[in-house]
């Protein structure tokens, strides 16, 4: 099998992982520090699809608001930029999440779910955590595009599947042997492809480290590492093989100031708040 270059991957991201050029400039626009709410809702009312959907996100019982929001302007003012990015990006990313990722052994919907679980868990652990500086929402967002690599790669690591079973047959974990055998892992080729959306650093380096939090100080990775372990331990995105030898770096914990015995806590949560954030995205 011929490993394929790297920048020729990235360079096939509008392929594998289409973004529509108005939510692109949502997202944008979202980010910048002179945005107003009436241009955003303009913006966001552009698309028909991206508006039904943002209303329905809004009016759901994942975010629990009081009264019925039927307006654009008034889903933006009720939930905020932030949240609003997380909406954004949630509707724009589902159906391609959606889709198998055969590559890895993933049946359609198992890497959507496992998005989910790791960006609502990643939002619950700041909660938890006694840590300074990481926003709430952009945690949800880095926890949703952690694994947008696999998108890119699936198709290489079919073709190295039974060399990569081999070496996780070892006690290697599933991106060990895809360094191992390819030369680097999803994480870096999602990292790589965040950078080609000009996303912000702090997205870049969570996805690069998710599974290697120890060689960065980004706090972010360490939150989407946690993360993805819990979504990992309830069974989310374990239908394939990545979740064989995965194991929960040390120190992890200690730097985000939780404690082992609030793990189950988490646990239970991330499980009930991924059904309600699923249900309401029906």
Known sequence: MKVPDLQKLIDKIEEVVPLPSVAMRIINYIDDPDAEISQLAKLISMDQALTTEVLKLANSAYYGFPRRVSTISEAVVILGFSTTRSVVW???LSSTLKKPVLGYALPEGAL????????????????HANVKG???????VAGLIHDIGKLLLATYVAGAYEEIVKVIAEGKTFDEAERQVLGYDHAVVGAMAAEKWNLPDIYVDAIKYHHRPSE???????????????????????????GLNY??????????????????????ETLDQS???????G
Do not use: C
């Open 134 to 140: 990481v926003n709430m929402e952009e945690a949800f």
């Open 90 to 92: 949630s509707v724009i």
């Open 216 to 242: 960065t100080d980004n706090l972010m990775a360490k939150v989407v590492h946690l993360a993805d372990y819990i979504a990992y331990s309830m069974g989310w995105g374990s239908e394939g093989l990545e």
């Open 247 to 268: 194991t929960l770096e040390e120190n992890v914990l200690e730097e985000l100031g939780i404690a082992p015995e609030e793990i189950d806590v988490l646990f239970n």
């Open 112 to 127: 959507w779910r496992h998005s989910v679980a790791v960006a609502v868990g990643s939002k619950l652990i700041l909660q």
């Open 275 to 281: 059904e309600l954030f699923l249900s309401s995205l």
